[in-house]
């Protein structure tokens, strides 16, 4: 599919259609985190704070329960 931007105002504005949005789960109102390797724009969600702490609650919750057997599986 070729796009081409939009002007907004005095910037531009890349507009991603509906299906695509659905396709990938987006919601509209969802932040998204935009980056860049020089050579290619990346769209993906921001990264959720809560559940990125949740993950770490859990991570450490199997470690002192199976700390010892994980690392024994390890070597």
């Known amino acids: 599919?070729?796009?081409?931007?939009?002007k907004h105002?005095?910037?531009?504005?890349?507009?991603?259609?509906?299906?695509i949005l659905e396709l990938l789960?987006?919601?509209?109102?969802a932040?998204?985190?935009?980056s860049t390797d020089g050579k290619v724009l990346l769209v993906r969600?921001?990264?959720?704070?809560a559940r990125?702490?949740?993950v770490a609650k859990s991570?450490?919750?199997v470690n002192s329960r199976h700390g010892k057997a994980l690392k024994r599986l390890a070597e």
């Open 1 to 6: 599919m070729i796009k081409t931007l939009t």
């Open 9 to 19: 105002g005095n910037s531009y504005a890349l507009v991603i259609d509906k299906p």
């Open 25 to 29: 789960k987006f919601d509209p109102e």
């Open 31 to 34: 932040p998204l985190e935009v």
């Open 45 to 49: 969600r921001a990264p959720d704070a």
């Open 52 to 54: 990125g702490a949740r």
């Open 59 to 61: 991570l450490s919750r």
